[in-house]
């Protein structure tokens, strides 16, 4: 008997209605889920923030030595050691890090950018493009590529556009066979049947209707291309033919740190330890986000 | 199954020419260009510029120096090095060895470790062990080889003394097995350890797709050993697509290895490499570069001929 009121109530709430969730609202939710990948994302915010701020939160200004510490091991006053002129490590470190993230950003940029193009031109027009487009990727795919981007960083000389450009350009080869995949299953959809019929043009037709559903795979190998620019740039300079100042970057550290291997091995250890955290967070959120970003996956299936 | 290597193989033909003609123009279009190291010297006068540019052939058409060039190529034929004026494909087969060996000792502890931890992490899925693999993975591929490298170097030869810092042997001692093996250990695991952290994925993932099918719980209810369910039944179908990784994976140890030879003085391709962009020694450069497409390219085809042969469902018509 005294149930029949409490069985009632909660048809009238407002909330029995079937409320839709949005797409973006759905993923978030996904990610927040995913632990490890949030524990990443909250330290790669702030790494980048310090860099970002390097100019006010650094202890020391860059490039003024300190000469009653040369070589000096990490101490209260240099959190990282210093150089053999007495720079503190964790300045340039900071410093080095504006350089490192925006190219590994902008590099991974140029090449979802690229490879987002050449992709839905292949997979959106097919037969001769498609073939000729992919041969073109496959002429990528099969240079050696650490050995091509130092050819072409002596060739073109180091500067931080052309390092930018020249990792961007050599990088998006798998962001165009992701794209061009995903557009081979949806051009075959019917909201695209229709908006050919309704005589949208091809170029409205690939950015408005089919690239924004191909672009959760993108985003996540996007992602890891930030991790794997950022090395390759780490690389160039650490073996001599990539930055120099003022433009330092973690690679360029670690380039100088090999004089010091036995005298100042703190050198070569924050640099290269600060590459590592945010690759490690960048492969760790991009996990995440393909976990979140796929409908399909129900928890993690690693 | 022979028809089908032929095609591949003229099929790779294009691309190889495609790759020779960008490496060929992307070079030449450049500014400085092939002489750049001669314009800086002091004391070199336009005529003896002149003269180098004829010797060298610079001065005709960039079509003809090409198909010159690339009529050369196939034969083995890279020009002279401009530092050293020796043959540059001589230069470079005379460091592969080196390289091949730091590569090869690399790739078989790979192989080996990867299928050992891949097949363990599968098994015991969820165990504390395979959680262990599942970390140091992860720290495995987002670790710079060279910062890996770097710190091995400072913490076992520079401050431990327990292995040598680098080169390939003691300098002046006669030839010992045993001295090798300890020049070389450091920098093989340091390049076979990224490869090994995702090779050690890939199995692992495999494995986890093939333990649950049908045909291994039929094993099981035959009363086949447990240790015969999972090497043999199981790892035979996982193998499929690891192979196809780990030849890939093969071709890419080239770029670990110029890493590697750098940081521990290995005298190999990748330090010949390395010299050659400092000194702007094209011709050597282009040989490195030529005969790694070469083999990135062969290596493909190989992985997709192993997985023909490998599973038989595959038919090549």
Known sequence: ?302 | MGVFVVRRLAQAVPVIFLISLLLFFMMHAMPGGPLAMYVHQPGITKAMLEQIRIDYGLNQGLWTQYVDWLGKAVRGDFGYSYVYAQPAAGMMLQRLPATLELMLSSFLITVLCSFLLGVYSAVRQYSFGDYLITVVSYFGFSMPTFWLGLMVLILFSVHLHWFPAGGMATAGAAFSLGDRLWHLILPMLVLAFYTLASESRYVRSSMLDVIHQDYIRTARAKGVGEGRVIWRHALRNALLPVVTVMVMDAAYLFGGALITETIFSWPGMGRLFIQAILQSDYPVLMAVVSFLSVVIVLANILADVLYGLLDPRIQYS
């Open chain 1, 1 to 302: 008997m005294s149930l029949m009121p409490r069985r009632e109530a909660p048809l009238h709430r407002p909330q029995a209605e079937p409320r839709f969730e949005s797409y973006a609202h759905l993923v978030w939710r996904r990610f927040l889920r995913h632990r490890v990948a949030v524990a990443a994302a909250v330290v790669l915010l702030l790494i980048m923030l310090a860099a970002i701020l390097a100019p006010w939160v650094s202890p020391y200004q860059l490039g003024q030595p300190d000469l009653a510490a040369m070589l000096a091991p990490p101490s209260l006053h240099h959190p990282m050691g210093t150089d053999d002129l007495g720079i503190d490590l964790f300045t340039e470190v900071l410093f080095g890090g504006r350089v490192s993230l925006s190219i590994g950003v902008f590099a991974a940029l140029v090449a979802v950018v690229v490879g987002g193009a050449i992709g839905s031109i292949s997979g959106y027009f097919g037969s001769l493009v498609d073939a000729l487009l992919m041969r073109i990727t496959d002429v990528g795919l099969s240079v050696p590529l650490l050995f091509v981007v130092l050819l072409l960083s002596l060739l073109i000389g180091p500067t931080p556009v052309s390092i930018v450009t020249i990792i961007g350009l050599t990088s998006w080869m798998y962001p165009a066979r992701i794209v061009r995949s995903q557009f081979l299953t949806l051009k075959k959809r019917d909201f695209v049947e229709a908006a050919r019929a309704v005589g949208m043009p091809s170029t409205r037709i690939i950015l408005r209707e089919i690239f924004p559903n191909a672009m959760a795979p993108l985003i996540v190998n996007a992602t890891l291309l930030v991790g794997q620019a950022i090395i390759l740039e780490s690389v160039m300079s650490f073996l001599g033919a990539g930055l120099t100042p003022p433009n330092i970057s973690w690679g360029y550290l670690l380039n100088q740190a090999q004089s010091f291997t036995t005298s100042a091995p703190w050198l070569a250890i924050f640099p290269g330890l600060m590459i590592f955290l945010v690759v490690l967070a960048v492969n760790l959120v991009g996990d995440g986000l393909r976990d979140a970003l796929d409908p399909t996956s129900s928890q993690r299936s690693h």
